[in-house]
T-cell receptor, first 113, second 113 residues
Framework: NAGVTQTPKFRVLKTGQSMTLLCAQD?????MYWYRQDPGMGLRLIHY???????AKGEVPDGYNVSRLKKQNFLLGLESAAPSQTSVYFC????????????FGPGTRLTVT | AQSVTQLGSHVSVSEGALVLLRCNYS??????LFWYVQYPNQGLQLLLK??????LVKGINGFEAEFKKSETSFHLTKPSAHMSDAAEYFC???????????FGTGTKLQVIP
């Protein structure tokens, strides 16, 4: 049982390049989330999903897209990376509406130059 | 709307001393409250949670927190700090659907030998 895993762990992009971050969970959780963490700002919600095939915008969705084609995977895409997207990205999952604990992945450190 | 304020971005305590990390919340409905811990270069791990049961909540590693509705507070305490407690701590609140969680900006705890 690996919990929540994220791929890749580190990435450096040039401005304008695109990439996809992969989050996978093996706990059969319904809800999944993408956050970004920046110094002094805590974690901010980018997008979330309440089930396979669904996605919704969070607090800071601009410049990102997501997809949840399979229940266990939640993909975060950057179509045209900008330096402002330099951050640490965390994926999390939660079992469902009656549960409250979110389980976090180890993070992806992204630098956009 | 929901929000969390953590007082003090950095807290230093001596090994063996009391740990007190402060958190105040704002929520229009009865909230669920959480404390997470983040060790360097890792994801967040749940320390404890309040979900409208007992107001004094005990968590892992000897930490506990007390929900005080009148003060809108959920401070984290530990009677005796250990070197391994050095980490960043995040208070979080959830009062909406889909377990969307709002995080505070974090408090870095330093333990001095």
């Amino acid at each position: 049982n690996a919990g929540v895993t994220q791929t890749p762990k580190f990435r450096v992009l040039k401005t304008g390049q695109s990439m996809t971050l992969l989050c996978a969970q093996d706990m059969n959780h319904e809800y999944m989330y993408w956050y970004r963490q920046d110094p002094g700002m805590g974690l901010r919600l980018i997008h979330y999903s309440v089930g396979e095939g669904t996605t919704a915008k969070g607090e800071v969705p601009d410049g990102y897209n997501v997809s949840r084609l399979k229940k266990q995977n939640f993909l975060l895409g950057l179509e045209s990376a900008a330096p402002s997207q330099t951050s640490v990205y965390f994926c999390a999952s939660c079992a469902g509406i009656q549960f409250h604990e979110q389980y976090f992945g180890p993070g992806t450190r992204l630098t956009v130059t | 709307a929901q929000s969390v304020t953590q007082l003090g971005s950095h807290v230093s305590v001596s090994e063996g001393a009391l740990v007190l990390l402060r958190c105040n919340y704002s929520s229009s409905v009865p909230p669920y409250l959480f404390w997470y811990v983040q060790y360097p270069n890792q994801g967040l791990q749940l320390l404890l949670k309040y979900t409208s049961a007992a107001t004094l909540v005990k968590g892992i590693n000897g930490f506990e927190a007390e929900f005080k509705k009148s003060e809108t507070s959920f401070h984290l305490t530990k009677p005796s700090a250990h070197m391994s407690d050095a980490a960043e701590y995040f208070c979080a609140v959830s009062s909406g659907g889909y377990q969307k969680v709002t995080f505070g900006t974090g408090t870095k705890l330093q333990v001095i030998p």
